[in-house]
């Protein structure tokens, strides 16, 4: 929360800007919707099973 409340303080939001903003995301839009229905499936998997 102290990180919060300071992120808050300081910007006037609650989430920090990434460090490293041009660094590629891993999973792309098709990954993240595989991923969701998985977990709607099966909401007690873990990732080790996906």
């Known amino acids: 929360m102290r990180y919060i409340r300071k992120t808050f303080r300081e910007t006037g939001e609650v989430v920090r800007t990434p460090v ?10 098709l990954d993240a919707i595989f991923l969701e229905s998985c977990i709607e499936r099966q909401p007690d998997i873990l990732l080790t099973e996906m």
């Open 20 to 29: 490293c903003a041009d660094r590629p995301r891993i999973l792309n839009s």
